[in-house]
Structure formats: structure tokens, C-alpha cells
T-cell receptor
């Protein structure tokens, strides 16, 4: 079993839809929970991060972490064609350094 | 532009060969991370260096090694290359050692390695 599970999709939605992306994980030692966006042929860029449980909102993006269920979500409101990308969840823990484990990534297509 | 520079952008080499990938972190960033991204394995953490010292290790093969130099640039050395090593190799940098005060790591554009 992988430490982080993420449905690779693809997920196709119409413009303006609310998108829900999810990951589950098995290691309760994870402290940091991140969402990265990766456009084709580019490096990932950090969208959201949360330390421990709770919700965080930034513009059209909301990240939720439920440590009791080992489940994290990213919601995108009013989705735009420019949101079409691969979304990677990631989990991190301090180990004397910092180690990050990524999900497989979900490919999202937002149709105009 | 993230400020992280990776060279070369593309590399084609034969099985059994050795290559070196180079990363220049953002100005002032002390941590450098290396990742491998392939279709079947996804994005995998390889190793972290902080101010010249190895600080975290992931699923890095023994045939792979890395180092960070006094000027903070880093190199990833891949030897005895196999077809399965074909992948995108990303470098990322951040100012801090750990996850606090934030976890943002800035990624370079990657080096696409093709082993034939």
C-alpha cells in the first residue's frame, strides 16, 4: 500500500464548476499537508499548505485536512480553463530535515 | 520563473553511462531537494541537502549520489544508468531546513533524462 493515495483521474468539469480533489494517507506521522499544481512540462508550484488539521482558504482555493480520517481535500471554486493542470497532494514530516511524499497527481480539465 | 535553475534541460545517454545534473537554488535558499518524476512512480523524493550537509533521504538508489557545494549549488550524479532511470529530475530549494515556518519549496523546470 502506498503511503499516499490519490486518484489520477482524469477529471473533466465545465467552467464555473466546483472541483473537489482528495487524497488519503496511511502514516499518522505526517505534519504538513500541501497541494501543488503542475502544468505540462513545468515544475510543480505550491498552492496551499496546512500544518496539522483544519481548513485554509486562499481566494478560490480551500484546503481541508482531517487527520482523524487521514484524508485531505482541495476545493476549487468557480473553476477556470486556466486551472487545467495536474494537482498533486503532498505530505511532509520533519526528520531532522524535511521529507515530502507526493500523491500520484490528479489530471484536471476545465472545459470552456 | 521560480528562480531555481537546472541544467541541462534534456539529456540523452546510453545504458551503463554516468551523468551529472546540476541545480542552482534561489538566492539565499540553503535547502536543496532532488526528486524523480516518472509515469509509473510519480514524483518521488530522493534527497535533501541543507547548507552542504545531507539532511533527509528518500528512495534514492545506491547508483545515485548527490552533493551540495559551498556556493550552495547541487549536483545529482546518476551512474550505471538503466532504461528505467529515464524520468524527469526536479530540483527544488527553500530557505529553511524543516517544514516550519512554511513548507514552500520552489521547483526548477527539471531535467528530462532519456536512457537508450
Amino acid at each position: 500500500q502506498k503511503e499516499v493515495e490519490q486518484d489520477p483521474g482524469p477529471l473533466s468539469v465545465p467552467e464555473g464548476a466546483i472541483v473537489s480533489l482528495n487524497c488519503t494517507y496511511s502514516n499518522s506521522a505526517f505534519q504538513y499537508f500541501m497541494w501543488y499544481r503542475q502544468y505540462s512540462r513545468k515544475g510543480p508550484e505550491l498552492l496551499m499548505y496546512t500544518y496539522s488539521s483544519g481548513n485554509k482558504e486562499d481566494g478560490r482555493f480551500t484546503a481541508q485536512v482531517d487527520k482523524s480520517s487521514k484524508y485531505i481535500s482541495l476545493f476549487i471554486r468557480d473553476s477556470q480553463p486556466s486551472d487545467s493542470a495536474t494537482y498533486l497532494c503532498a505530505m511532509g514530516k520533519d526528520t531532522g530535515g524535511f521529507k515530502t511524499i507526493f500523491g500520484a497527481g490528479t489530471r484536471l480539465f476545465v472545459k470552456a | 520563473d521560480s528562480g531555481v535553475t537546472q541544467t541541462p534541460k534534456h539529456l540523452i545517454t546510453a545504458t551503463g553511462q554516468r551523468v551529472t545534473l546540476r541545480c542552482s537554488p534561489r538566492s539565499g535558499d540553503l535547502s536543496v531537494y532532488w526528486y524523480q518524476q516518472s509515469l509509473d512512480q510519480g514524483l518521488q523524493f530522493l534527497i535533501q541537502y541543507y547548507n552542504g550537509e545531507e539532511r533527509a533521504k528518500g528512495n534514492i538508489l545506491e547508483r545515485f549520489s548527490a552533493q551540495q557545494f559551498p556556493d550552495l549549488h547541487s549536483e545529482l550524479n546518476l551512474s550505471s544508468l538503466e532504461l528505467g532511470d529515464s524520468a524527469l529530475y526536479f530540483c527544488a530549494s527553500s530557505p529553511q531546513l524543516s517544514g516550519q515556518p512554511n513548507t514552500e519549496a520552489f521547483f526548477g523546470q527539471g531535467t528530462r533524462l532519456t536512457v537508450v
